[in-house]
């Protein structure tokens, strides 16, 4: 752009001359506008979509309910399928909901701080997949365990040690795609890859630190009980005693 107080011929024969009050900054500045102007490139609108702060709330308020109504209704399939233990995947996916919040609210107040959009939200419903199958694949553990007649005390060391390989390797693939997605990606993509990513890892801990300590505590007393809604009800196991 040719400001005022810089003066340039109506036309050109083949050379010519600016001039004006120009800066050597300036001066670069504006040849460089010139030589990418003459590139003989015309740009063409192909598509035009607005999308209204109306539209998207509502897109992520959907989400956030589709999210919720499959959640409900996992955790009441667990508890009816798993009796006690299905309590174990409810009060473990709410530790890991709080241990994810505060970690958000802590990076709020840094330049790390995560955007909470649709991209973010799809990210914490696969998140919460993956945290339910790591339950699932121990729970399944222990009902080999005791099909194969060891008792419930027995059955539940047994049965995290074979499991944990595979939540394990499970998780660390999630992990690392996840990784690669925030470092290649841009935009709405990254909150995806963020919330996976951090939803992942937590389930790696809470798997070794609370559900562990949760069953083998359950493991215990279930031995001594023949409750409907116990531990060995919901795996099918029978009552036995050490």
């Known amino acids: 752009m040719i400001q005022p107080g810089e003066t340039a011929p109506r036309s050109f024969g083949g050379s010519g001359q600016i001039s004006g009050s120009f800066t050597e900054s300036s001066a670069k500045n504006l040849a460089i506008a010139m030589q990418f102007g003459s590139l003989p490139v015309r ?21 956030l309910g589709a999210g919720l109504a499959g959640l409900l209704i996992v955790l009441l399939y667990t508890i009816i399928y798993y009796r006690a233990l299905g309590l174990v995947i409810v009060l ?56 194969a007649g060891r008792t419930m005390r027995s059955s539940v060391d047994r049965g995290f040690k074979s499991a944990w390989r595979t939540v394990l390797a499970a998780d660390l693939v999630s992990l690392l795609a996840a990784g690669l997605l925030y470092l290649i990606a841009v935009g ?14 937590l389930d790696i801990i809470v798997t070794w ?34």
Not at 188 to 201: E, I
């Open 209 to 242: 630190y609370f559900t562990r300590p949760l069953v083998t505590l359950l493991g215990r007393r279930s031995s001594e009980s023949s409750s409907n809604f116990s531990m060995a009800a919901g795996i099918g196991a029978e009552v036995k005693h050490v």
């Open 188 to 201: 709405a993509v990254r909150g995806f890859a963020f919330f996976l990513g951090l939803s992942t890892l």
């Open 92 to 147: 473990g996916l709410a530790v890991s909901a709080a241990a994810l919040f505060a970690i958000i609210s802590a990076l709020g107040k840094t330049a790390l701080a995560p955007s909470f959009d649709l991209a973010g939200v799809t990210g914490l419903i696969v998140s919460i997949g993956i945290t339910v199958d790591s339950f699932i694949v121990y729970f399944e553990r222990l009902k080999d365990e005791t099909r």
């Open 43 to 63: 740009l063409e609108p192909l598509t035009t979509q607005t999308v209204s702060p109306t539209l998207g709330h509502s897109a992520l308020v959907a989400g």
